[in-house]
């Protein structure tokens, strides 16, 4: 089994930014992709971002290259994204997951889902 716990989120206004973390146990962190997902309010799940094992290799969604960067600290066991200039259709709750293929944008191709957390933007 793999835990996931998030933190981060929050209110912010539009162009302001916001980290969210996630910190994983259960299994060797450093050995699996980990990456995140957002749902908004009636949407489906969609991929936001996904990094390898070792953080090396980086995958984004169109909507939030160049915004949002996603990293890793495999000492602590723990993934990030940071998201700058946000705009009002980045609010949703974000999900972090644990995988195998950062390069996949299928969210059942992930088996591992934090809680969940909420980011929203004010215009």
């Known amino acids: 089994q793999v835990q996931l716990v998030q933190s981060g989120g929050g209110l912010v206004q539009a162009g302001g930014s916001l980290r969210l973390s996630c910190a994983a146990s259960g299994r060797s962190f450093g050995s699996y992709a980990m990456g995140w997902f957002r749902q908004a309010t009636g949407q489906e799940r969609d991929f936001v971002a996904a990094?390898?094992?070792?953080?090396?290799?980086?995958n984004y969604a169109d909507s939030v290259q160049g915004r949002f960067t996603i990293s890793r600290d495999n000492a602590k066991n723990t993934i990030y994204l940071q998201m700058n200039s946000l705009k009002p259709e980045d609010s949703a709750v974000y999900y972090c997951?644990?995988?195998?293929?950062?390069?996949?944008?299928?969210?059942?191709?992930?088996?591992?889902w934090g809680q969940g957390t909420q980011v929203t933007v004010s215009s």
């Open positions: 997951v644990w995988g195998w293929d950062y390069r996949t944008t299928i969210a059942t191709r992930y088996d591992y």
């Open positions: 990094i390898t094992s070792s953080g090396g290799n980086t």
